[in-house]
Nanobody, 123 residues
């Protein structure tokens, strides 16, 4: 069974940066597209970014374009989300997930999910 474990969340001031990591177990990690989602308090979980299994292509939700960068290191079975110029509205629990469908923004296409890591951006 595949496991995804996020880390790197925390409290940061507006304008600051954080890098989230998601470590995956299992030999098939490099065959899966990976995504990041987030859920703000009282709101639905929403798509943030995705990367193809090779790492060659990425896809972002509009509000994070130019500020967030998703990447992966298949040798380390890890996917990253570099978050710069953070805003208070980025405050959420961030989840990584794995999909057999490349670059999907739809949650139902993701078959494995992490437990989430809290990101809090203060103003």
């Amino acid at each position: 069974q595949k496991q995804l474990v996020e880390s790197g969340g925390g409290l940061v001031q507006a304008g600051g940066s954080l890098r989230l990591s998601c470590a995956a177990s299992g030999r098939t990690f490099s065959n899966l597209s990976m995504g990041w989602f987030r859920q703000a308090p009282g709101k639905e979980r929403k798509f943030v970014a995705a990367v193809t299994s090779s790492g060659g292509s990425t896809y972002y939700e509009d509000s994070v374009k130019g500020r967030f960068t998703i990447s992966r290191d298949n040798a380390k079975n890890t996917v990253y989300l570099q978050m710069n110029s953070l805003k208070p509205e980025d405050t959420a629990v961030y989840y990584c997930a794995a999909s057999r469908l490349q670059l999907s923004a739809l949650q139902y296409n993701y078959v494995y999910w992490g437990q989430g890591t809290q990101v809090t951006v203060s103003s």
